[in-house]
């Protein structure tokens, strides 16, 4: 007798070493079905950006791709789960406008059904209503955009990343290579302004008061340089007993 809670049962699908056969398996048996009911009605659901697969084969495909990490795989699983419920015609040819909106508040509402664990669902939902923000960074994003995208996606930013690259499921590797690699950019150019961040609010072990107390100077450009000098040590050298650093500054000061 199975006595694997609904959620042990999708996970152990989901970890399967051959994913795909393991979840055509669960849909065609009607495990899905009982699972995740919202899955099946993707078979027929024909998205214009993927137009080779209907949007359950896409996702069993977005599955195979991401790394065996249960909460990748989830929100890879739910990311288009909303795309039959806003289908729309309105705006010439098939939209689904917000389907990720309104697909993390459907994976929010499985997920907890199913028994799986709050932080869980949360993270799954936050992933699935982010996974379309990359949308757009070909057509060129401002450093506040990428320092946003990397803000909203917080502790999630991996995770959001390799779901991002999991979603890349065209046929034309040329496609493929160019989605591939402007993820990288991204990511690196998120490295680069975090590190000018961090270099920007690092400030000396001791303050410009301090400074001008101890050496008697007045306020005027040679504070400007030692705070710089200062600075400086701090980065190469790491935090300093304040005894330590006065006995630095004043060899310092004498040596100018």
């Known amino acids: 007798m199975n006595t694997a809670s609904p959620s042990q049962t999708l996970d152990a699908i989901l970890a399967a070493d051959d994913v795909v056969s393991s979840l055509w398996a669960a849909i065609d048996n009607g495990v899905i079905d009982e699972l995740v009911p919202e899955l099946p009605v993707l078979r027929m659901e024909q998205d214009p950006i993927h137009r080779h697969k209907d949007v359950l084969a896409h996702t069993v495909a977005v599955v195979s791709q991401s790394p065996n990490d249960p909460i990748v795989r989830l929100a890879a699983l739910f990311h288009d789960i909303a795309k039959p419920r806003t289908r729309s015609f309105e705006h010439g040819g098939v939209t689904f406008r917000h389907h990720e909106v309104v697909g993390g508040r459907m994976t929010r509402k499985r997920l907890t059904a199913m028994g799986y664990e709050e932080s869980v669902v949360e993270d799954v939902a936050d992933l699935v209503r982010m996974s379309g923000r990359f949308k757009g960074y070909a057509d060129g994003w401002s450093d506040a955009a990428v320092r946003r995208y990397a803000r909203n996606a917080g502790p999630l930013l991996g995770r959001l990343n390799l779901l991002v690259r999991a979603d890349c499921t065209t046929r034309n590797k040329a496609k ?25 609010a690092e400030r000396p072990q001791i303050d410009g008061a301090a400074v001008m107390t101890h050496l008697g100077i007045s306020p005027g450009p040679e504070v400007g340089e030692i705070m ?29």
Request: glycine share 2%; charged share 35%; net charge negative.
């Open 176 to 200: 493929a290579a160019a989605l591939q690699a402007s993820i990288d950019e991204l990511e690196q150019r998120i490295a680069e302004l975090a590190e000018q961040d961090r270099r920007s």
């Open 228 to 256: 710089r000098w200062l600075l400086e040590l701090k980065r190469t050298e790491g935090e300093l007993s304040d005894n330590e650093v006065l006995a630095r500054l004043d060899a310092y000061w004498a040596s100018r």
